[in-house]
């Protein structure tokens, strides 16, 4: 009877221990699908923001049809919401979160990946069709992910955005939720959080900072693309424009862009 | 252990907000709860953030399936009709493409009738769908410049239009009959453009159809009647076979069969099918 006993106990013990490690496996997964999303996000327009939010939440809930969900929508939000824009919307959601997944997931995992975002691209248009609007999009949510591609957070990237887009200050809601998302990812002991969250205060407080940052996103094409994912890498991660080219790997055509991006940046370092 | 709807919704609710950044934890007991009761909704989660996203299906070929009666879609695509089996999200993409389908028919027929009160037709030129003539095959002024996009859904100004809708759908699909009916042959035409190339390809499928009386039959695609095409394709009944070609010169494609009856040994006979890029006038089923 004895030995039959502990038999039992064992394997409970083991399911227990088990589930527990793939709880907080799902917690990091869970994690890392919100900073995607928070990130994405961002790429819309403001006044867009709430209906993707709301669609984000129904592709993870009870999946409603456009008509309820955009019925709920227009008593959240107060404001008429189509049931037809709805489509466009995830479209759009569903194709950036595709960019993250194919930077993030797949290239790691070997998918060829050609300069200038051509695989990315080619795959975009494969699975989701062409846009030819949203090319300055995706390649500069391309070019944010490959400059967190080796961080434990994409809460940088959204830092980034929101200075070079103007969303300053601490305080601001859209400041507080990238914070948070560093926070969330951050260990206890990381100086380098402290250090990083000083550096973005002084670009995001300084009148000579603010100017470069003005003056350079005044700049339309390759330099509007990339010069959240420059600042990233130059100011924040220190990096040189070599290794900065190597990382986000432009077309040969686009290199003199970031070079002038990265030197107008360097000289307030 | 008892399944607790309550506490299975309760706990998803939490997730979600986690999700959405309303709350900036969920519980590792509610985690591990739907871990062990409700591990497909945690797997589900992410809407293509993560893992999984590469399986789903392209928004083209959702609109495919959106399609009512979705057979040919299911013909035509079939190991994607298996995926849908198992993937609840691309099955509810399905269904809201195919209530806007159903919203925007009415224009589509206002469209059709607009046509045919104006002797117009839509011909390609190029890449491009443009309004022509009906006889003269001309081209209608100024539409040359604005092209109109055909088997897509934004013939009229709309920035609402719904951009998976707006996409070309495959805009020449349809069945034609070879051999005096004994071959049967579902053809389809996706003008692509690709990106890394910069240039534009045309993707022809031709199936030959399960109720086909020829058992083999040899497929060449022929940019002329007379012109041989650069390769030939054997298929056998309910097979596939695709070309990659530049976009056409001529208004229309042709497909050369040779079937044979009683297999390779078996008797053979050829035949030349008229495949017109026009819509209105047959090409499009």
Same mark, same amino acid.
Request: glycine residues 6%; neutral net charge; proline residues 7%.
């Given at each position: 009877?004895?030995?039959?006993?502990? !038999?039992?106990?064992?394997?409970?013990?083991?399911?227990?221990?088990?589930?527990?490690?793939?709880?907080?496996?799902?917690?990091?997964?869970?994690?890392?699908?919100?900073?995607?999303?928070?990130?994405?996000?961002?790429?819309?327009?403001?006044?867009?923001?709430?209906?993707?939010?709301?669609?984000?939440? @129904?592709?993870?809930?009870?999946? =409603?049809?456009?008509?309820?969900? @955009?019925?709920?929508?227009?008593?959240?939000?107060?404001?008429?919401?189509?049931?037809?824009?709805?489509?466009?919307?995830r479209h759009r959601l569903r194709q950036r979160l595709g960019v993250l997944f194919f930077v993030l997931d797949e290239v790691p995992k070997g998918r060829p990946d050609l300069d200038g975002d051509a695989s990315l691209l080619e795959w975009v248009e494969e699975r989701w069709g062409w846009e030819k609007e949203s090319k300055g999009t995706l390649r500069g949510l391309a070019s944010l992910a490959r400059a967190s591609a080796d961080e434990r957070t994409l809460g940088w990237a959204l830092l980034s955005r929101i200075l070079v887009n103007?969303?300053? =200050? =601490?305080?601001?809601?859209?400041?507080?939720?990238?914070?948070?998302?560093?926070?969330?990812?951050?260990?206890?002991?990381?100086?380098?959080?402290?250090?990083r969250l000083d550096l973005w205060s002084l670009w995001a407080s300084e009148d000579a900072h603010l100017a470069v940052l003005r003056r350079l996103s005044q700049l339309t094409g390759a330099y509007r693309t990339f010069l959240p994912a420059c600042w990233y890498l130059s100011c924040l991660r220190?990096?040189?424009?070599?290794?900065?080219? !190597?990382?986000?790997? =432009?077309l040969e055509s686009e290199q003199n862009e970031i070079k002038y991006i990265v030197a107008k940046l360097e000289a307030r370092r | 252990?008892?399944?607790?709807?309550?506490?299975?919704?309760?706990?998803?609710?939490? $997730?979600?907000? +986690?999700?959405?950044?309303?709350?900036?934890?969920?519980?590792?007991?509610?985690?591990? +709860?739907?871990?062990t009761h409700d591990p497909d909704f945690l797997d589900s989660l992410g809407g293509g953030a993560s893992r999984g996203a590469s399986a789903c299906l392209s928004p083209d070929i959702l609109t495919a399936f959106a399609e009512s009666p979705p057979d040919r879609a299911a013909d035509m695509f079939q190991s994607e009709a298996t995926h849908l089996e198992e993937c609840a999200m691309c099955r509810f993409e399905i269904d809201a493409l195919r209530r806007v389908i159903s919203a925007e028919a009415p224009a589509w027929e206002r469209f059709a009738r607009e046509l045919d009160q104006n002797d117009a037709v839509l011909i390609l030129v190029g890449s491009n769908w443009v309004l022509a003539d009906r006889v003269t095959r001309e081209t209608a002024g100024d539409l040359t410049s604005a092209p109109v996009q055909v088997g897509a859904w934004n013939f009229e100004v709309s920035p609402r239009r719904s951009f998976a809708l707006a996409l070309p759908k495959p805009p020449l699909a349809g069945s034609r009959v070879a051999l005096g009916g004994s071959a049967p042959l579902f053809v389809e035409i996706t003008p692509t453009h690709i990106v890394s190339r910069k240039k534009e390809e045309w993707v022809v499928s031709v199936k030959l159809g399960r109720d086909a009386s020829v058992e083999l039959a040899l497929i060449e695609l022929r940019s002329l009647p007379n012109e041989r095409g650069p390769r030939r394709e054997q $298929?056998?009944?309910?097979?596939? /076979?695709? +070309?990659? /070609?530049?976009?056409?010169r001529e208004r229309f494609l042709w497909i050369w069969v040779e079937g044979w009856f009683g297999g390779r040994d078996g008797r053979k006979e050829q035949d030349l099918v008229e495949i017109p890029l026009l819509t209105g006038e047959g090409a499009s089923e």
């Open positions: 009877m004895g030995s039959a006993g502990e !038999g039992v106990v064992l394997p409970l013990e083991l399911r227990i221990e088990d589930t527990s490690a793939r709880a907080a496996e799902q917690a990091e997964r869970l994690r890392a699908v919100r900073e995607r999303y928070r990130l994405v996000e961002d790429t819309f327009r403001p006044a867009g923001r709430p209906v993707v939010r709301g669609l984000w939440s @129904a592709l993870n809930d009870e999946r =409603p049809s456009d008509v309820a969900l @955009a019925r709920r929508l227009e008593q959240t939000l107060r404001r008429e919401v189509s049931p037809a824009y709805l489509p466009l919307l103007g969303r300053k =200050p =601490p305080g601001h809601s859209d400041y507080d939720v990238a914070l948070t998302l560093v926070r969330l990812s951050a260990r206890s002991d990381d100086a380098e959080v402290k250090r220190g990096m040189r424009v070599e290794r900065i080219l !190597g990382r986000l790997r =432009p | 252990m008892m399944n607790d709807p309550h506490k299975i919704a309760d706990a998803r609710r939490l $997730v979600i907000s +986690f999700l959405s950044g309303e709350i900036d934890e969920v519980p590792a007991a509610q985690l591990e +709860f739907l871990i $298929v056998s009944r309910g097979e596939e /076979v695709r +070309f990659t /070609v530049e976009p056409p």
